[in-house]
């Protein structure tokens, strides 16, 4: 079979697998579809075009957005190097993304030259959480170094397989506050939706990775969807709705609308917000029609998910600038991370950066202690100091709360370093950002 011919038989058993794909989803609406990368790779056994990426397809399936994106000159190289027959409109697709996506160790030793840890840690399938990252996450990561801080958060090591004393693979207690499945109703007036167990990327250091890249769990269906509404709608404290998982944005736009849509018709539910690291790992999803979609479920807030300065390309740039424009709310939420962010220079040039695309640094977290963590976790004292490093010493809206989420559900602790420094005569004594003392004539002190 000559090679055009193969990829004319490639492209109709595609079809096929799509069309299959589109009569599950008409014949049960109640199941929330695969992500395509998996369902159209087990539809296809037919030979691939890539010589690097012999199991991978390099068609698109949908239609793509052809005014998205402006590929990034890394990214371009990447992409010339390692998907030769991709299109500008493969890459802007977030279905070939995902398609594409890199799952087994022997893939991604095609564009890395992994450490013997690395694979060691890959070769063996023991650890909590399976590889996935996109070709665009890919294109950011350093070939030659395993410490490069992008590549620490998606490339497994063998510490992952290390439990240090005081790991749980539920330390915040989630599982313990659910009262139904996908839903933990922690405060009073507020839950969280975990829609989706599926990402396009996984983070090493996730703190639900008990839940995420399962093959078994990674789908709630409708029917769960639709007892987690009916808690919401019985429950008539709830004003905030936080939808999360997995990552709810690789979600296809059906089922986005199904779910906005039903909490929109909730006369208490006040507003949702949605967790989501996709404009950093696959902003190409970040399609007009999406942003049109949200767009009509404002008031609708975005809480993203960046860790490092050298996320934010002029793809995440551009992802970003359509959801702010299109006045949806965004505010960044970064673990802090040993090795990856735990300095003052990388978090002020971080913030400084969100704060460039429109995105307010709204949380820095201390690493949960999941299983297999302790490679991540820095002491709280680190934490400490870099608010210190940032507080007076740049735009007040340049920094983020810092927080502890308490282990077993006590919730977000706030720490701050001790600028209050007591009393003395009636005063308050209170430090600057410049360790000088002031004295405060508080109310208390000054009253007769
Ligand atoms: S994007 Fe969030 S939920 Fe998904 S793996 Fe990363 S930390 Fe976990």
């Given at each position: ?249 690789t979600l296809p736009d059906s089922s986005l609308e199904y779910l906005l849509s039903r909490l929109s018709r909730i006369p208490h539910v006040e507003f949702v917000r ?175």
């Amino acid at each position: 079979m000559n090679y055009n011919r193969m990829r004319v038989v490639e492209a109709m058993k595609l079809k096929k697998a799509i069309q299959a794909i589109a009569l599950k989803e008409a014949e049960n609406p109640g199941e929330e579809a695969e992500p395509p990368s998996s369902a159209l790779l087990e539809e296809s056994n037919a030979p691939a075009p890539s010589l690097l990426f012999p199991e991978l397809i390099q068609f698109p399936n949908s239609k793509p957005d052809r005014t998205f994106l402006k590929i990034g000159a890394r990214s371009l190289q990447f992409q010339r190097k390692f998907f030769p027959l991709a299109t500008t409109a493969d890459w802007n697709s977030w279905e070939w993304q995902l398609r594409n996506s890199i799952t087994r160790w022997q893939a991604l030793q095609k564009v890395l030259q992994l450490s013997d840890d690395e694979v060691r840690a890959m070769a063996d399938e023991s650890g909590n959480l399976p590889l996935r990252l996109t070709p665009y996450y890919a294109s950011l990561l350093d070939a030659n170094d395993p410490l490069q801080p992008l590549r620490r958060c998606v490339v497994p090591v063998t510490a992952e397989h290390l439990i240090s004393c005081g790991e749980a693979a539920d330390p915040l207690g989630e599982d313990t506050h659910s009262r139904v499945p996908g839903l933990v109703h922690r405060y009073p007036d507020r839950v969280l939706f975990l829609v989706t167990g599926f990402c396009s990327t996984y983070c090493r250091y996730c703190t639900r990775s008990r839940l995420v890249g399962d093959q078994n769990k990674r789908h709630l269906n409708r029917d769960q969807w639709d007892r987690a509404l009916s808690y919401i709608e019985m429950n008539p404290d709830i004003r905030d709705v936080l939808l999360s998982g997995g990552d709810p944005l690789t979600l296809p736009d059906s089922s986005l609308e199904y779910l906005l849509s039903r909490l929109s018709r909730i006369p208490h539910v006040e507003f949702v917000r949605i967790g989501s690291k996709v404009p950093v790992v696959l902003p190409q999803r970040i399609t007009h029609a999406l942003v049109n979609l949200l767009k009509r479920f404002r008031p609708l807030w975005l809480s993203l998910h960046f860790t490092h300065p050298d996320e934010i390309t002029p793809e995440t740039a551009q992802a970003c600038e359509r959801l702010a424009d299109a006045g949806i709310p965004l505010g960044s939420q970064t673990v802090l991370l040993k090795g990856i962010n735990d300095s003052v220079p990388v978090m002020k040039k971080l913030m400084h950066e969100l704060l460039k695309i429109r995105v307010r640094p709204y949380y820095l977290y201390q690493c949960d202690p999941i299983l297999g963590s302790s490679h991540f976790r820095t002491p709280v004292e680190k934490g400490l100091e870099i608010i210190e490093g940032l507080r007076g010493h740049t735009s007040g809206y340049a920094v983020p709360h810092y927080v502890v989420d308490a282990p077993g559900g006590g919730g977000k602790i706030p720490l701050l370093p001790d600028y209050y420094q007591g009393r003395a005569d009636g005063d308050v004594l209170l430090r600057n950002y410049q360790k000088k003392t002031f004295r405060y004539p508080d109310a208390e002190g000054t009253q007769p």
